[in-house]
């Protein structure tokens, strides 16, 4: 358990003024990622001002693990607020995924600013991206979340009305005037875009696609995935078959 107390906080306290050391305070900490959060140009250039910044925390006395933890630190920060500014949920943390797992590589403290410096860029760029698209309400991006991550499952409004704290009925009408189609119909094409996806780069039987998506049979799946695509599984596997991937059956 973390030998932490009073007692040690007071000491770091101690030693923080004796050395004239203060962390930077909040609102210097946070102002480029409000300024990325709105599309704000001087984003970057506050970022790199923070993180070359002699306030920033001491995290470990191996300066390479100190830089990497700030990045962890600060990757978590930006996309949190990219997701705020209007980016998908999943880009942003897939996004930071990828980044994370570069870090990890990284050999010198040189590579990790650089990297960090890239995160930002790119997180900024993405953003812009999706503030040109249609920017959703808080409830409606609490839907596509959930729904993405359930799809295995079987999704009712209640469900996801339970989920954004809002009436079925309210939900249900604003999804619609924002996305342009009914939760029922958006649950299905992402079902069948998954569908998809499975069908040439998995091993699974078009029972187990069919299981593992949550339809009631196999016909059902079938039915359903030829009114979207206009094929039926095994043709759509067929004409978009990529090499090396097995036959299903």
Same mark, same amino acid.
Do not use: W
């Given at each position: 358990?973390?030998?932490?107390?009073?007692?040690r906080?007071?000491?770091?306290?101690?030693?923080?003024?004796?050395?004239?050391?203060?962390?930077?305070?909040?609102?210097?900490?946070i102002?480029?990622?409000?300024?990325?959060?709105?599309?704000?140009?001087?984003?970057?250039?506050?970022?790199?001002?923070?993180?070359?910044?002699?306030?920033?925390?001491h995290?470990?006395?191996?300066?390479?693990?100190?830089?990497?933890?700030?990045f962890?630190?600060?990757?978590t920060l930006?996309?949190?607020y990219?997701?705020?500014?209007?980016?998908?949920?999943?880009?942003?943390?897939?996004?930071?995924?990828?980044f994370?797992?570069?870090?990890d590589?990284?050999?010198?403290?040189?590579?990790?600013?650089?990297?960090?410096?890239?995160m930002?860029?790119?997180?900024?760029?993405?953003?812009?991206?999706?503030k040109?698209?249609?920017?959703?309400s808080?409830?409606?991006?609490?839907?596509?979340?959930?729904?993405?991550?359930?799809?295995?499952e079987t999704? #009712?409004?209640? +469900?996801? *009305?339970?989920?954004?704290?809002?009436?079925?009925?309210?939900?249900? $009408?604003?999804?619609? !005037? @924002?996305?342009?189609?009914?939760l029922?119909?958006?649950?299905?094409?992402?079902?069948i875009?998954?569908?998809?996806?499975?069908?040439?780069?998995?091993?699974? #039987?078009?029972? +187990?696609? *069919?299981?593992?998506?949550?339809?009631?049979?196999?016909?059902?799946f $079938?039915?359903?995935? !030829? @009114?979207?695509?206009?094929?039926?599984?095994?043709?759509?596997?067929?004409?978009?078959?990529?090499?090396?991937i097995?036959?299903?059956?």
């Amino acid at each position: 358990m973390a030998n932490i107390n009073e007692k040690r906080l007071k000491y770091l306290e101690f030693v923080n003024r004796e050395n004239n050391f203060r962390h930077l305070r909040y609102e210097e900490e946070i102002r480029p990622y409000l300024y990325m959060k709105a599309g704000d140009p001087r984003a970057l250039d506050a970022y790199r001002q923070l993180i070359d910044s002699p306030l920033v925390g001491h995290l470990s006395d191996d300066p390479l693990r100190n830089r990497k933890y700030l990045f962890v630190s600060a990757v978590t920060l930006t996309t949190r607020y990219a997701i705020e500014g209007g980016m998908y949920p999943e880009t942003a943390y897939n996004i930071s995924d990828l980044f994370i797992q570069e870090m990890d590589t990284c050999q010198s403290t040189d590579a990790v600013r650089t990297l960090e410096l890239e995160m930002v860029k790119v997180f900024i760029t993405q953003l812009a991206k999706s503030k040109k698209e249609t920017v959703y309400s808080r409830p409606v991006v609490q839907c596509i979340d959930y729904i993405y991550y359930h799809l295995n499952e079987t999704i #009712s409004l209640q +469900e996801l *009305a339970k989920e954004t704290g809002l009436h079925p009925g309210y939900l249900s $009408t604003l999804f619609h !005037r @924002e996305m342009g189609m009914t939760l029922t119909e958006y649950i299905r094409k992402q079902r069948i875009e998954t569908a998809k996806n499975m069908l040439l780069d998995s091993e699974y #039987s078009y029972a +187990e696609i *069919a299981a593992l998506l949550a339809f009631s049979s196999q016909s059902h799946f $079938t039915r359903v995935f !030829r @009114e979207e695509t206009g094929y039926t599984p095994k043709a759509y596997q067929t004409h978009f078959f990529r090499a090396g991937i097995g036959q299903q059956h």
